[in-house]
């Protein structure tokens, strides 16, 4: 399987300017056809989950980043053009997309997490939605109820 470095290598640059290079890539690949999307992708997805764990988690919290600032519909034809190229490599190279993405979405913002999940809500549905320290806190109005089995405690 043919891989292509020069994507991968974008690991070893700094995250915005990746960031920038993989939007203005997606931008031209959403273009194509839908076969030759997928051609172009599969050596930058081959190339992609070679790396190492935490090379991969890097790459992959950016490329999502990356996607973010897209348009949605581009955003979401290259998302379903990485499910077509993903049905056809190891079943190993998908499940380590999917701990990616998920490791990736869980340190993300609330708001790229709430983006994502219009783009991939399928990768997504498994991480848990939790208030984050970006996330303002929820008033409560109600006064917090003593728990059923202090029904002795005095309020």
């Known amino acids: 399987m043919s891989t292509d470095t020069?994507?991968?290598?974008?690991?070893?640059?700094?995250?915005?300017?990746a960031r920038s290079k993989m939007a203005d890539r997606f931008r031209t690949i959403v273009k194509l056809p839908a076969a030759q999307q997928d051609e172009q992708l599969i050596p930058m997805v081959t190339s992609e989950y070679s790396l190492d764990g935490p090379r991969l988690l890097a790459f992959t919290t950016t490329r999502l980043r990356s996607w973010i600032d897209l348009d949605a519909d581009d955003a979401k034809v290259i998302a379903s053009s990485y499910d077509r190229v993903f049905q056809h490599l190891p079943g190993e190279m998908a499940m380590r997309r999917v701990l990616a993405v998920q490791t990736a979405a869980r340190e993300m913002k609330a708001d790229e997490v709430a983006h994502l999940r219009s783009i991939i809500p399928s990768m997504l549905d498994a991480v848990p939605v939790t208030r984050r320290l970006d996330a303002p806190p929820v008033a409560s109005s109600e006064k917090a109820k003593k728990p059923f089995w202090k029904f002795w405690a005095k309020d």
């Open 6 to 17: 020069s994507w991968s290598e974008l690991i070893d640059i700094d995250q915005e300017a």
